[in-house]
Protein backbone atom coordinates (compact mmCIF):
# COMPACT_ATOMS: atom_id res chain seq x y z
CA UNK A 1 0.00 0.00 0.00
CA UNK A 2 1.60 3.25 -0.92
CA UNK A 3 0.23 5.24 1.84
CA UNK A 4 1.48 8.57 3.49
CA UNK A 5 -0.45 9.22 6.91
CA UNK A 6 0.31 12.34 9.15
CA UNK A 7 -0.75 12.68 12.72
CA UNK A 8 -2.27 15.07 14.71
CA UNK A 9 -4.59 15.75 11.86
CA UNK A 10 -4.58 18.91 13.69
CA UNK A 11 -2.99 21.21 16.35
CA UNK A 12 -3.58 24.02 18.33
CA UNK A 13 -0.46 25.72 20.97
CA UNK A 14 0.32 28.80 22.35
CA UNK A 15 3.06 30.61 21.14
CA UNK A 16 6.24 29.88 22.41
CA UNK A 17 5.64 25.99 22.74
CA UNK A 18 7.11 22.99 20.73
CA UNK A 19 5.44 21.26 18.67
CA UNK A 20 6.57 17.40 17.39
CA UNK A 21 4.35 16.40 14.09
CA UNK A 22 4.72 12.94 12.60
CA UNK A 23 4.42 11.17 9.04
CA UNK A 24 4.46 7.55 8.83
CA UNK A 25 4.32 5.32 5.74
CA UNK A 26 4.29 1.83 4.64
CA UNK A 27 6.30 1.32 1.45
CA UNK A 28 9.67 0.73 2.83
CA UNK A 29 11.59 1.28 -1.11
CA UNK A 30 11.25 5.16 -1.90
CA UNK A 31 13.77 7.31 -2.81
CA UNK A 32 13.05 10.62 -0.27
CA UNK A 33 11.02 11.89 1.90
CA UNK A 34 10.02 15.60 1.88
CA UNK A 35 8.29 18.12 4.15
CA UNK A 36 6.01 21.08 2.48
CA UNK A 37 4.29 24.17 4.74
CA UNK A 38 1.34 25.24 2.95
CA UNK A 39 0.07 28.86 3.84
CA UNK A 40 -2.46 29.43 1.57
CA UNK A 41 -2.44 27.23 -1.91
CA UNK A 42 0.96 27.08 -2.58
CA UNK A 43 3.62 24.60 -1.03
CA UNK A 44 6.53 25.71 -0.02
CA UNK A 45 9.16 23.10 0.69
CA UNK A 46 11.21 22.95 3.58
CA UNK A 47 13.16 19.05 4.14
CA UNK A 48 14.36 16.59 1.95
CA UNK A 49 15.09 13.06 3.63
CA UNK A 50 16.96 10.31 1.94
CA UNK A 51 19.16 8.73 4.93
CA UNK A 52 18.24 7.46 8.33
CA UNK A 53 18.83 9.25 11.28
CA UNK A 54 20.82 12.73 9.98
CA UNK A 55 18.96 15.66 10.94
CA UNK A 56 18.23 18.62 9.13
CA UNK A 57 17.92 21.89 10.29
CA UNK A 58 16.77 25.11 9.54
CA UNK A 59 16.59 28.22 12.03
CA UNK A 60 13.58 26.68 15.02
CA UNK A 61 12.31 23.50 12.17
CA UNK A 62 14.09 20.57 11.94
CA UNK A 63 13.55 16.91 10.57
CA UNK A 64 14.57 13.44 10.74
CA UNK A 65 13.68 10.29 8.85
CA UNK A 66 13.82 6.73 10.96
CA UNK A 67 13.85 3.93 7.84
CA UNK A 68 13.62 1.29 10.16
CA UNK A 69 10.46 2.19 12.25
CA UNK A 70 9.37 4.02 8.56
CA UNK A 71 8.43 7.31 10.06
CA UNK A 72 9.76 10.60 9.65
CA UNK A 73 9.12 13.71 12.45
CA UNK A 74 9.31 17.37 11.92
CA UNK A 75 10.07 19.60 15.35
CA UNK A 76 9.03 23.15 15.31
CA UNK A 77 10.92 24.93 18.70
CA UNK A 78 9.45 28.26 19.91
CA UNK A 79 6.56 28.22 17.84
CA UNK A 80 5.61 31.63 16.13
CA UNK A 81 2.23 32.89 14.89
CA UNK A 82 3.55 32.78 11.45
CA UNK A 83 4.13 29.08 11.78
CA UNK A 84 0.33 28.33 11.46
CA UNK A 85 0.33 26.49 8.58
CA UNK A 86 -0.96 23.23 7.13
CA UNK A 87 1.72 20.82 7.13
CA UNK A 88 2.13 18.24 4.40
CA UNK A 89 4.63 15.11 4.40
CA UNK A 90 5.09 13.50 0.89
CA UNK A 91 7.40 10.11 -0.41
CA UNK A 92 9.04 9.87 -3.42
CA UNK A 93 9.41 6.73 -5.18
CA UNK A 94 12.09 5.11 -6.53
CA UNK A 95 13.81 5.72 -9.82
CA UNK A 96 10.97 5.25 -12.29
CA UNK A 97 8.11 6.36 -10.27
CA UNK A 98 8.73 10.33 -9.75
CA UNK A 99 5.17 11.01 -8.38
CA UNK A 100 4.88 12.66 -4.88
CA UNK A 101 2.55 10.70 -2.72
CA UNK A 102 1.36 13.21 0.09
CA UNK A 103 -0.41 12.65 3.57
CA UNK A 104 -3.40 14.79 4.95
CA UNK A 105 -1.59 17.09 6.52
CA UNK A 106 -1.41 18.11 9.56
CA UNK A 107 -3.22 21.57 10.46
CA UNK A 108 -1.33 23.57 13.40
CA UNK A 109 -2.07 26.58 14.90
CA UNK A 110 -0.74 29.20 16.70
CA UNK A 111 -2.18 31.00 19.65
CA UNK A 112 -0.43 34.59 20.73
CA UNK B 1 10.27 33.31 -13.82
CA UNK B 2 11.37 33.22 -10.56
CA UNK B 3 9.05 30.46 -9.81
CA UNK B 4 6.04 28.28 -10.95
CA UNK B 5 3.25 30.84 -12.67
CA UNK B 6 -0.17 29.56 -12.67
CA UNK B 7 -3.46 31.24 -14.62
CA UNK B 8 -5.89 31.97 -14.15
CA UNK B 9 -5.97 31.96 -9.80
CA UNK B 10 -9.86 31.56 -10.13
CA UNK B 11 -11.60 29.91 -12.07
CA UNK B 12 -15.74 29.38 -11.78
CA UNK B 13 -17.49 27.27 -14.43
CA UNK B 14 -20.56 25.73 -15.05
CA UNK B 15 -21.17 22.05 -14.99
CA UNK B 16 -20.48 20.37 -18.49
CA UNK B 17 -18.32 23.24 -19.56
CA UNK B 18 -14.56 22.84 -20.96
CA UNK B 19 -11.72 24.52 -18.75
CA UNK B 20 -8.49 25.32 -19.49
CA UNK B 21 -5.71 25.74 -16.66
CA UNK B 22 -2.25 26.98 -17.49
CA UNK B 23 1.29 26.21 -15.58
CA UNK B 24 4.97 27.79 -16.32
CA UNK B 25 7.41 26.06 -14.87
CA UNK B 26 11.04 27.30 -13.34
CA UNK B 27 13.20 28.14 -16.28
CA UNK B 28 15.53 25.43 -16.64
CA UNK B 29 13.18 22.64 -15.09
CA UNK B 30 12.61 19.77 -17.10
CA UNK B 31 10.20 17.83 -15.24
CA UNK B 32 6.50 19.13 -14.30
CA UNK B 33 3.88 17.48 -12.66
CA UNK B 34 0.23 18.41 -11.86
CA UNK B 35 -1.65 17.56 -8.81
CA UNK B 36 -5.03 18.13 -7.33
CA UNK B 37 -6.17 19.06 -3.56
CA UNK B 38 -9.95 18.80 -2.90
CA UNK B 39 -11.27 20.35 -0.16
CA UNK B 40 -9.90 18.87 3.23
CA UNK B 41 -8.16 16.40 1.14
CA UNK B 42 -3.92 15.78 0.37
CA UNK B 43 -2.66 16.35 -2.78
CA UNK B 44 -3.27 13.99 -5.40
CA UNK B 45 -0.98 13.36 -8.50
CA UNK B 46 -2.46 13.53 -12.03
CA UNK B 47 0.08 13.53 -14.57
CA UNK B 48 4.26 14.09 -14.81
CA UNK B 49 5.91 15.00 -17.65
CA UNK B 50 9.80 14.69 -18.16
CA UNK B 51 11.64 16.03 -21.44
CA UNK B 52 10.62 14.48 -24.64
CA UNK B 53 9.05 11.68 -22.97
CA UNK B 54 5.74 10.40 -22.99
CA UNK B 55 4.27 11.50 -19.84
CA UNK B 56 3.17 9.59 -16.79
CA UNK B 57 -0.60 9.93 -16.92
CA UNK B 58 -1.61 7.06 -14.14
CA UNK B 59 -2.69 10.14 -12.25
CA UNK B 60 -5.74 10.95 -14.32
CA UNK B 61 -8.95 10.51 -12.94
CA UNK B 62 -11.00 10.31 -16.05
CA UNK B 63 -10.80 10.33 -19.87
CA UNK B 64 -12.15 13.85 -19.13
CA UNK B 65 -8.66 15.86 -18.14
CA UNK B 66 -5.99 15.37 -20.16
CA UNK B 67 -2.63 17.54 -20.19
CA UNK B 68 0.28 18.81 -22.78
CA UNK B 69 2.98 20.59 -22.53
CA UNK B 70 4.52 22.18 -25.05
CA UNK B 71 8.20 22.94 -26.40
CA UNK B 72 9.14 21.11 -22.69
CA UNK B 73 7.85 24.50 -20.95
CA UNK B 74 4.40 25.42 -20.24
CA UNK B 75 1.75 23.08 -19.92
CA UNK B 76 -2.19 23.21 -20.02
CA UNK B 77 -4.50 21.05 -18.37
CA UNK B 78 -7.76 20.67 -20.10
CA UNK B 79 -11.02 19.66 -18.24
CA UNK B 80 -13.47 18.42 -20.74
CA UNK B 81 -17.62 18.59 -20.01
CA UNK B 82 -16.66 19.41 -16.13
CA UNK B 83 -18.55 17.96 -13.21
CA UNK B 84 -19.11 19.29 -9.74
CA UNK B 85 -16.43 16.62 -8.40
CA UNK B 86 -13.86 18.57 -10.23
CA UNK B 87 -14.03 21.50 -7.71
CA UNK B 88 -10.45 21.45 -6.14
CA UNK B 89 -7.31 23.73 -6.52
CA UNK B 90 -5.57 22.37 -9.45
CA UNK B 91 -1.75 23.00 -8.43
CA UNK B 92 1.29 22.74 -10.94
CA UNK B 93 4.84 21.76 -9.54
CA UNK B 94 8.27 21.54 -11.43
CA UNK B 95 11.78 20.10 -10.71
CA UNK B 96 15.15 19.52 -12.16
CA UNK B 97 13.96 16.50 -13.61
CA UNK B 98 15.55 12.69 -12.73
CA UNK B 99 17.39 12.14 -10.07
CA UNK B 100 18.02 12.90 -6.18
CA UNK B 101 18.39 16.83 -7.55
CA UNK B 102 14.98 16.68 -9.17
CA UNK B 103 12.89 15.19 -5.99
CA UNK B 104 12.64 18.51 -4.69
CA UNK B 105 9.44 19.47 -6.40
CA UNK B 106 8.52 23.64 -6.47
CA UNK B 107 4.74 24.63 -6.50
CA UNK B 108 2.92 27.07 -8.07
CA UNK B 109 0.04 29.15 -6.53
CA UNK B 110 -2.89 26.97 -7.73
CA UNK B 111 -5.61 27.65 -9.59
CA UNK B 112 -9.07 26.97 -7.91
CA UNK B 113 -11.60 25.36 -9.86
CA UNK B 114 -15.36 25.79 -8.49
CA UNK B 115 -17.83 24.19 -11.05
CA UNK B 116 -21.60 25.10 -10.16
Known amino acids: EDKVVQSPLSLVVHEGDTVTLNCSYEVTNFRSLLWYKQEKKAPTFLFMLTSSGIEKKSGRLSSILDKKELFSILNITATQTGDSAVYLCAKRGNFGNEKLTFGTGTRLTIIP | ?116
Open chain 2, 1 to 116: GAGVSQSPSNKVTEKGKDVELRCDPISGHTALYWYRQSLGQGLEFLIYFQGNSAPDKSGLPSDRFSAERTGGSVSTLTIQRTQQEDSAVYLCASSLGPGLLGDTQYFGPGTRLTVL
